[in-house]
């Protein structure tokens, strides 16, 4: 049966003539529509017009479709969580009470703790046990608006852990509502085991574990930690170019705790996002702008590690198309809270109410290879829809820290109604 959302106050569809990310002045024009409805026809969108309009146009689907009363509220589509470390095992509350206390980041992470303590307990955990504590945190996901997560793998350092966190990850996407597009992030730290023989380790990330990322079609994008003390430039040039001779789209971990090159690298190897970027030079930039290399901002990480926010507004003005996401990881970013991380980028980064809900739909959908698909509301696009409890999209950010989530409908189902799991 179609589905016909009427009374929305604004509908907010991100449509556009120009394809491919948003740039410049276009990641601030989000397409406000007043006076229409959404109709929705099995799991796509099959028009979005003045109600009359679509009575001409599809006289029998509006006949018995269900209707959906938005209120006056307004309808968007689903929000899109381009980074994240979705599947890993435990929590680590005990160091941010060490970095409360003075500690810092990589700190703990050289004594062995950060993804080191992470790696030990996704190693430790079952299957199912990963599965289960994966999939509460997608239900999180979920009640806050997102409807398509990237999840990255990098807390197995071994080839058995990485594949379990990535077959977890294909069995979330098949099973929950929400949509899994896979990164192998093996090199995510340099296991224990080879440190002092880090290229050991880069030579069997780039022999053994790749090929078989490949073979098994087990992830679509492959990333590297690109940090003085993980992994060197030189070093992540390899595994990205090795992984995009197999056909894995390079992403990159990118100047996040000290500038290291890894705007520069990104725009080299033709990564289709560099992430972080905090600590971005102006060059980087400039060659990622060149490059049209989206950058993925994570003003959350920042937030949480007490460092400084990325350049979002010099970015955008230099024409580097900006996604933002949450980087939801057990140690330098524990929220699923994407509303709040726009809130972060709106008075941390520069960054207007307009572009932020760019950054959380269109071009975060093209972050992840899926632009075409999802992150606006366009005919044919897939129903991936959220009706917030708000008149206007204004509202979302100055009320800020709250979950405006009414309904979500994710591939043309109601998955979320007043704000509950369906
Ligand atoms: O994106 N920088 C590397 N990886 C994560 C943090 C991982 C962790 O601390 O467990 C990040 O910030
Ligand atoms: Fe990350």
Redesign the pocket.
């Known amino acids: 049966m179609a589905k016909l959302i009427v009374n929305a106050n604004e509908v907010i569809t991100l449509a556009s003539e120009q394809k491919g990310p948003r740039t410049k002045q276009a990641m601030g024009e989000i397409n406000v529509l007043t006076g229409v409805a959404v109709l929705i026809e099995g799991e796509k969108i099959a028009g979005i017009a003045p109600l009359q309009q679509l009575h001409d146009e599809f006289p029998h689907l509006i006949q018995d479709a269900e209707i959906i009363d938005a209120c006056g509220k307004i309808v968007m589509p689903g929000l899109v969580d381009c980074h994240t470390?979705l599947v890993h095992g435990g929590t680590r509350e005990n160091e941010f009470n060490m970095r409360l206390c003075g500690a810092t980041y990589m700190d703990i992470m050289n004594a062995g703790g950060?993804?080191h303590s992470?790696t030990l307990h996704t190693r430790a955990a079952s299957f199912d046990e990963l599965y289960e504590k994966t999939y509460a945190h997608l239900n999180d996901f979920l009640k806050y608006g997102v409807t398509t997560v990237e999840a990255k793998s990098g807390y197995g350092l071994d080839w058995e852990t990485e594949r379990k966190q990535m077959e977890v990850a294909k069995k979330l996407h098949d099973n929950h509502p929400i949509d899994i597009v896979s990164t192998f992030m093996g090199a995510?730290a340099v296991p224990k085991e080879y440190k002092g023989n880090e290229d050991d380790y880069v030579n069997i990330i780039i022999d053994h574990m790749l090929p078989q990322v490949a073979e098994h079609k087990l992830a679509e994008f492959n990333d590297v930690?690109c940090e003085k003390g993980v992994f060197t430039p030189e070093q992540s040039r390899r595994i990205l170019l090795a992984g995009k001779k197999l056909g894995l789209i390079p992403k990159i971990?990118a100047d996040?705790i000290e500038p290291y090159e890894g705007a520069e690298l990104a725009a080299e190897v033709g990564a289709i996002s560099a992430e972080?970027l905090l600590v971005a030079s102006d060059e980087g930039i400039k060659r990622m702008a060149d490059a049209s290399t989206i950058a993925v901002l994570l003003p959350g990480?920042a937030f949480f590690l007490r460092a400084p926010f990325a350049r979002g507004r010099l970015m955008i003005d230099s024409g580097v198309p900006v996604a933002i996401s949450t980087?939801f990881?057990?140690?330098?970013?524990p929220t699923i809270s994407l509303p709040f991380i726009q809130n972060l980028a709106c008075l941390n980064m520069g960054m207007t109410l307009e572009e932020v809900l760019t950054a959380t739909t269109i071009n975060a959908a093209y972050a992840i290879n899926r632009g075409d698909e999802i992150g606006s509301l366009e005919a044919q696009k897939k129903a991936d829809i959220l009706i917030l409890n708000v008149p206007n999209y204004k509202q979302m950010q100055y009320f800020y820290g709250m979950n405006h989530t009414h309904t979500v409908i994710k591939n043309g189902e109601v998955v979320v109604k007043e704000g509950v799991l369906v």
């Open positions: 470390h950060g993804i992470t995510h930690f971990h996040e972080h990480t980087d990881n057990p140690g330098s970013s």
